[in-house]
């Protein structure tokens, strides 16, 4: 509990510097504030950024936007569930399989999502979780598979009830290594599918930029399975990653910044990003490369 609280006091002084109101040291390369006749920046409607750690469905219903495109070719295959025969490769292809399942719910995609249902119960199975600690749940998505709102708030209370039985286990790293993987994979399609490096939209910049602020958590939540290798050597991954992160700034108009805690989310009608084109293709062929060693058996 005293690192949570840390790491919300080092979050509130990070974003209490970054809406000052000295605007010279930013130069925006991105913005998505709406502007009025005159070019004056102006609020508009709010939304929600997650700064905390989300089970591997919801981090990629983040990036769920009109227009974004479905590629089924983008997501891990199922038939490579068989092939991961370590815990730590079904761990992590756990939390990939999660996030795929949410990209293929944005789509209400009967059968592909029930493919991956069956597959994230596979390796549920493959790590131990007993079969009827989420068994039921499964049978009600399978019974009405029509409310994708619904089959979301399931398919998020199987991951909250692996890590559960995980942590009574003794198997936290474990639990660790799902949500990283589920991480990772959110990035992965966000940054082949949602954004195009031709013509980058600003909105999905945004949320791709903003995400520093959840690996920020990540990189935290980690740190308490350090006695895992596993666990440390993707983590040393994530801190390089962390360095193009690092490398720009996004500034909040004075005012329109509100900081939620009990729910882990800031709210704001808009935000100005210094990130450039080759800081986000530098993130987008890193995030590839790290994805594609993470599915491979």
Same mark, same amino acid.
């Given at each position: 509990?005293?690192?949570?609280?840390?790491?919300?006091?080092?979050?509130?002084?990070?974003?209490?510097?970054?809406?000052?109101?000295?605007?010279?040291?930013?130069?925006?390369?991105?913005?998505?504030?709406?502007?009025?006749? !005159?070019? !004056?920046?102006?609020?508009?409607?709010?939304?929600?950024? $997650?700064?905390?750690?989300?089970?591997?469905?919801?981090?990629?219903?983040?990036?769920?936007?009109?227009?974004?495109?479905?590629?089924?070719?983008?997501?891990?295959?199922?038939?490579?569930?068989?092939?991961?025969?370590?815990?730590?490769?079904?761990?992590?292809?756990?939390?990939?399989?999660?996030?795929?399942?949410?990209?293929?719910?944005?789509?209400?995609?009967?059968?592909?999502?029930?493919?991956?249902?069956? &597959?994230?119960?596979?390796?549920?199975?493959?790590?131990?979780?007993?079969?009827?600690?989420?068994?039921?749940?499964?049978?009600?998505?399978?019974?009405?598979?029509?409310?994708?709102?619904?089959?979301?708030?399931?398919?998020?209370?199987?991951?909250?009830?692996?890590?559960?039985?995980?942590?009574?286990?003794?198997?936290?790293?474990?639990?660790?290594?799902?949500?990283?993987?589920?991480?990772?994979?959110?990035?992965?399609?966000? &940054?082949?599918?949602?954004?195009?490096?031709?013509?980058?939209?600003?909105?999905?910049?945004?949320?791709?930029?903003?995400?520093?602020?959840?690996?920020?958590?990540?990189?935290?939540?980690?740190?308490?399975?350090?006695?895992?290798?596993?666990?440390?050597?993707? &983590?040393?991954?994530?801190?390089?990653?962390?360095?193009?992160?690092?490398?720009?700034?996004?500034?909040? $108009?004075?005012?329109?910044?509100?900081?939620?805690?009990?729910?882990?989310?800031?709210?704001?009608?808009?935000?100005?990003?210094?990130?450039?084109?080759?800081?986000?293709?530098?993130?987008?062929?890193?995030?590839?490369?790290?994805?594609?060693?993470?599915?491979?058996?």
């Amino acid at each position: 509990m005293n690192r949570l609280a840390s790491l919300l006091i080092i979050l509130l002084i990070f974003f209490v510097y970054s809406c000052k109101e000295n605007k010279e040291r930013f130069v925006p390369v991105f913005s998505t504030y709406k502007t009025d006749s !005159t070019g !004056t920046a102006i609020p508009g409607s709010r939304y929600e950024i $997650h700064y905390g750690v989300l089970t591997p469905v919801e981090v990629c219903e983040i990036f769920d936007r009109p227009g974004i495109r479905f590629d089924i070719a983008v997501l891990n295959p199922v038939s490579n569930c068989k092939l991961y025969l370590s815990s730590a490769k079904a761990a992590v292809n756990e939390g990939i399989y999660g996030a795929d399942f949410g990209y293929l719910k944005m789509f209400g995609v009967g059968q592909e999502m029930i493919d991956y249902m069956i &597959t994230i119960k596979d390796l549920a199975d493959e790590l131990g979780i007993p079969g009827d600690y989420i068994s039921s749940t499964f049978k009600s998505m399978q019974d009405d598979m029509s409310e994708p709102d619904t089959i979301i708030a399931l398919m998020n209370r199987v991951y909250t009830r692996i890590g559960k039985n995980l942590r009574e286990n003794g198997r936290e790293s474990t639990a660790g290594l799902i949500v990283l993987g589920g991480w990772v994979e959110a990035m992965y399609i966000a &940054t082949q599918v949602a954004y195009d490096p031709q013509k980058p939209d600003p909105v999905v910049v945004q949320k791709i930029a903003e995400q520093k602020y959840t690996l920020n958590s990540l990189l935290s939540f980690e740190k308490n399975y350090y006695d895992d290798p596993v666990v440390v050597y993707y &983590t040393k991954k994530l801190k390089f990653l962390k360095n193009y992160f690092d490398s720009f700034e996004i500034y909040f $108009h004075k005012g329109d910044l509100e900081i939620d805690t009990a729910r882990q989310v800031f709210i704001a009608s808009g935000s100005e990003i210094t990130i450039t084109v080759a800081t986000l293709n530098r993130i987008r062929s890193y995030i590839a490369d790290l994805r594609q060693e993470m599915v491979t058996p």
